[in-house]
DNA sequence: TCGCATGTTCTAGTTTATACGAACAAATGA
DNA sequence: TCATTTGTTCGTATAAACTAGAACATGCGA
């Protein structure tokens, strides 16, 4: 658990962006990130494996709108705010309000 | 070459849009429709054969994005401007301005 | 009526996701 | 040191997408 690659926030493009959250359960997780400010993967499977909940975090990370932490034992997840308002601006707002 | 399925734009998931604007072509596709207002598959296929065009506009017909009218042997299509607007406020001022 | 143009539908092939169990890695605490 | 917890990685099975050719339907003009 340790290590994880994060894209330079200039080298995503749009449709990544739309792709990581064509699907429900990382609109989902986005979207409690949004409200939570940080969470651990843990903490958002909604029943679901663990191995899937991985996988969906790591499409968001490769998608520059989340970015992982490591504290001790744990991953701690949030969104990548300041850098996609940079990048995408009004994106983040949009979406937010939409799928809230 | 008749009847499109056009869902009413109610039905239409969040999900479903981003979907739909994941694809290289069909943003390309969104981009081109909101300058042009209007265009036939034709016009705006980059030397990419019939068959893929066709699916592309019937993913962002099912999408609620695009809406298609025949017009003696072409199709004529255009964006959902208003219903999208109506249904999900900012989205489609936010993709345009960052797609293009 | 015949031929042409525009798209759709069908089908197949290849690629890409998704889901999830199992094995593994790292940190922590007993 | 050993068990526990958190999450990753691997392998595999299933499902869905993208691409594109071929056949087909429709509308129009010659």
Redo the contacts with the bound molecule.
């Keep these: 658990?340790?290590s994880?690659k994060h894209p330079a926030i200039e080298d995503v493009r749009l449709e990544d962006v739309f792709?990581a959250l064509?699907?429900p359960?990382r609109l989902e997780i986005v979207n409690r990130l949004a409200r939570k400010g940080e969470a651990?993967?843990?903490a958002l499977d909604g029943g679901?494996?663990?191995?899937?909940?991985?996988?969906?975090?790591?499409?968001l990370r490769d998608a520059g709108l989340v970015q992982?932490r490591?504290e001790?034992?744990?991953?701690i997840n949030s969104l990548r705010r300041d850098e996609l308002d940079r990048c995408f601006p009004g994106l983040l707002a949009v979406v937010l309000t939409l799928a809230a």
Aim: charged letters at 20%; proline letters at 4%; glycine letters at 4%.
């Design positions: 658990m340790r994880y792709y064509s699907d359960v651990t993967c843990a679901r494996p663990k191995s899937s909940m991985s996988h969906h975090f790591r499409v992982t490591n001790g034992v744990q991953a």
